[in-house]
């Protein structure tokens, strides 16, 4: 019991650690833009198929689900706000990042994993070349980048896929329901031109996008060799990742909604 | 070569009475070695013995138990970050499995050291990095990916990043593994020539006896933690010495 707790705060540590050393070598970003790309490119193209089917389904639950309720009361004609809000409050953030945590962040780890095993880490390390900056960094940022993208898709998606309920199951028509919807996400009086309920859904995005791929890359640097060094580190990965965005997740809500 | 001459000789690399272990298994017991400026030293010895590990020692990638390893009087389990980076840069270290980035080039491997560490210009580098893949006789992979390579060819490629900076020390784990008889052999020359033209200290670690013929000066035998039986590559080849003649049996013919 009393070792699993040292293991946990020492991997708590760990990943910490390794978050403020990403954020201390920020300023390198413009010269690792090309790395950034790349990874870009890799978190967030491949992702984007499984983003927009679950998206949709998620957004026909909710639909589903709190449609059916509404409708006892004869309320259904709000459910174009409940799907706009829940998609963007909550769904979309969390649904996308999980997402991500399973593939990206898995795919991470396997990636730092078979580097650290095969001695690349090492290497790396002998010719001083420092592996924060050349590799955490781009791979952290790009996740922190892609998330909050790849969530504005899954909103979007998620909506749409609630409009369709509403059609067919709730006799909500779609001019009725979109407009709700947009009359929910709209200007608040607040300084910027989002409403709060799709900025701050966003800003959860980029934070659960970072704390996944810093998760995702401390399990990877840290696998031991062994055939089942990277397999565990990749395991490890997806379920601290996930772990770490729900309770992330409770604290910013908290943060955002407090009041 | 008399113990006055010996001592007179500065002594780059320095093992102490090193002891290492990862968790019960004690892999260094007692390790001693001097290897003197310019010298070329081998060590040989059974698989899982530790060559590896004491390798990795002399650049700081594993601190010892107990003992000390310094590298030009400096200890490297508590130099500072900046000396260490320093010393590092004047030496180079061939991977037993050669430790390419797999989502780079053999050529832009090869690079790395250069674009990360200094401010040369591409042209230069990529010129640099061309003789070193001809040094190795690997000249037409610059473009070719890691996984496209035979391990022998990324064995080489490896070799060449190390050789890219021109280090003044260079430490071989196995630099000669897997290559076939006529590779091999024109790596050992190679090895050799850097030592002789360019007074590089090489510390190798090796299987092949013919690499110790060609590029020792002195060679030992790692086994049980320790370094035994320190002496020129003819000595230790003829030796009557049980053990080592055991160990060489299958190795001579
Ligand atoms: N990081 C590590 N963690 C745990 N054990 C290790 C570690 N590195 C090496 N060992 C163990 O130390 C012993 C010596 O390993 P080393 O790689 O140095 O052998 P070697 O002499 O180089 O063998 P080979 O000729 O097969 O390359 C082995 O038993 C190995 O399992
Ligand atoms: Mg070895």
Redesign the pocket.
């Known amino acids: 019991m009393s070792s699993m707790l040292s293991r946990f705060f020492a991997d708590v540590g760990f990943q910490l650690t390794l978050a403020v050393q990403v954020a201390a070598r920020a300023g390198s970003s413009w010269r690792r833009r090309s790395l950034i790309a790349d990874q870009l490119f890799q978190s967030g193209i491949k992702v984007v198929h499984v983003v927009l089917l679950v998206g949709l389904f998620i957004g026909m639950i909710v639909a589903l689900q709190t449609g059916l309720e509404l409708s006892r009361f004869g309320q259904q004609d709000q459910i174009g706000t409940i799907v706009a809000l829940s998609m963007c409050r909550e769904m979309g953030p969390f649904i996308t990042a999980t997402i991500l945590a399973a593939t990206v962040g898995s795919a991470l780890a396997a990636e730092l994993g078979t580097m650290a095993v095969s001695e690349e880490l090492a290497a790396l390390e002998v010719m001083s070349i420092d592996r924060i900056s050349f590799l955490v960094l781009p791979r952290v940022l790009a996740a922190a980048i892609v998330c909050p993208m790849l969530t504005v898709l899954c909103d979007a998606i998620g909506i749409v896929g609630g409009g369709l309920i509403a059609q067919s199951q709730l006799n909500v028509g779609m001019s009725l329901y979109y407009d709700s919807v947009l009359e929910s996400l709209n200007d608040r009086g607040l300084p910027f031109e989002l409403p709060k309920d799709v900025y701050t859904g966003l800003f959860k995005s980029f934070v659960f996008g970072g704390v996944l791929a810093v998760i995702s890359c401390a399990a990877g640097v840290q696998a ?2 062994g055939a089942m060094g990277v397999g565990n580190a990749t395991r490890k990965a997806v379920r601290d990742s996930i772990i770490a965005i729900i309770v992330t997740n409770y604290f910013l809500s908290w943060m955002f909604f407090n009041t | 070569m008399s113990a006055s001459v010996q001592t007179k000789r500065d002594v780059i690399i320095r093992y102490e009475d090193v002891h290492k272990a ?2 019960p ?1 004690v ?1 260094l017991a007692g390790f001693n070695l001097e290897v003197y400026r310019g010298e070329a030293f081998a060590i040989m ?12 020692h002399v650049i700081g990638l ?1 601190k010892p138990d107990r003992g000390v390893v310094s590298v030009d009087g400096r200890n490297m389990a508590t130099i500072a970050r900046e000396e260490l980076r320093e010393l590092r840069s004047r030496m180079g270290y061939v991977f ?1 499995e050669a430790a390419l980035l797999n989502w780079l080039t053999a050529g832009e491997n090869v690079a790395l050291p250069l674009r990360e560490t200094t401010r040369m210009p591409d042209a230069e580098i990529r010129e640099k990095v061309n003789a070193k893949l001809a040094l190795v006789q690997v000249p037409d992979v610059y473009n070719k990916m890691p996984n496209e390579l035979s391990g022998g060819m990324r064995k080489r490629v490896g070799l060449a990043r190390a050789l890219v900076t021109d280090p003044e020390i260079i430490l071989y ?2 630099p000669t593994a897997g290559l076939d008889p006529e590779i091999s052999s024109s790596i050992n020359h190679l090895m050799r020539d850097l030592a002789q033209q360019l007074h590089v200290t090489s510390l190798i ?1 090796t ?1 092949h006896i013919g690499c110790v013929r060609t590029t020792a000066d002195r060679v030992g035998l ?1 086994d049980g933690g320790k370094l035994n039986f320190v002496s020129s590559p003819q000595e230790f080849i003829g030796s009557a010495e049980p053990r080592l003649v055991r160990f060489l049996g299958d190795k001579l013919d």
């Open positions: 031991t060799s | 990862f968790g298994k892999v010895g059974p698989s899982g013995t530790g060559k590896s590990v004491a390798l990795r594993l037993q784990d196995e670690v299987h790692l």
